[in-house]
């Protein structure tokens, strides 16, 4: 009980937070996006078994470089051509394996595009979403609040699904905690939730609530499974200890970096 309630207000301090940036500004969205790279970053290496000095500064160059190239582009301070540079980064991890002394150079890659591509990219993409020349009248903080509301409908309707009718595991190898049909409940009820949200949001239709709900919440759940799968190798419980409660930075980001490129595509697209 009392392990749920630590749980409890960590996360609702932590959801007032994330909320208050993104309708502050995009600049104060931005730094404490860029926070949560740094911090994602340091907590990857742990997984990784990348916590040499040497790596763990290439590593975090590599996702605070990335991440504010892509950054600086969604808020208009250089041209989207920019972007272009985003290319030299996947490179870094063959240079970093390079001048390596480590024999297994696999961690190094995995621990680079890890940090690059569940952190650092997904994390700018969420700055984009505030330019009405590339969502419309969907862009601003609204949207960007409802997808983290997607995950946090799913979280919540998965996790009460399961504790009252789950009996089958969904992916017991990973996490035996889950079962088919919390997260069959968590979808479908995060489906209702949104399609009567859609009712009354005058700038989002149903097809694009039910849709971005759809997707949020299947690469939410993969995500969140991904970073169940490198714990487990790890053998680790959490990625870190920086929220009670809930444990690190990837823990509770996991779904929502995860799940950020395919909604972007799928609402750009739309």
């Not at 970093?96 to 690059?116: E, R, W």
């Amino acid at each position: 009980m009392k392990e749920l309630l630590i749980r409890s207000i960590s996360g609702l301090i932590l959801a007032a937070v994330l909320i208050g940036c993104i309708c502050l500004s995009p600049w104060a969205l931005a730094a404490l996006l860029l926070l949560i790279v740094v911090i994602g970053t340091f907590e990857m290496s742990r997984l990784h078994q990348m916590q040499t000095w040497p790596h763990l500064l290439l590593g975090e160059v590599c996702s605070i470089g990335s991440f504010l190239l892509a950054a600086f582009a969604a808020l208009q301070i250089i041209p989207m051509r920019w972007l272009l540079l985003e290319l030299l980064f996947p490179m870094f991890p063959f240079l970093i394996a390079l001048f390596s002394k480590t024999k297994d150079v696999k961690h190094v890659f995995a621990f680079v595009y890890g940090s690059l591509f569940f952190l650092s990219l997904p994390s700018s993409l969420l700055l984009f979403m505030y330019r009405e020349d590339m969502f419309g009248n969907m862009a601003g903080p609204g949207l960007i609040i409802l997808v983290f509301c997607l995950l946090w409908a799913n979280d919540i309707f998965a996790y009460l699904t399961g504790r009252l009718l789950g009996k089958h595991k969904l992916f017991p190898r990973i996490s035996p905690g889950k079962t088919i049909e919390g997260s069959i409940g968590g979808l479908v009820f995060t489906l209702i939730a949104v399609f009567v949200f859609s009712r009354y949001a005058s700038w989002l239709s149903i097809s694009a609530a039910l849709g971005m709900a759809a997707i949020a919440v299947v690469f939410g759940s993969l995500g969140d499974l991904c970073e169940s799968m490198l714990k487990r190798q790890a053998g680790v419980k959490d990625s870190g200890k920086l929220i009670p409660g809930h444990g690190g930075v990837l823990d509770r980001f996991d779904s929502v970096m995860f799940s950020i490129p395919f909604v972007f595509v799928f609402l750009l697209l739309l």
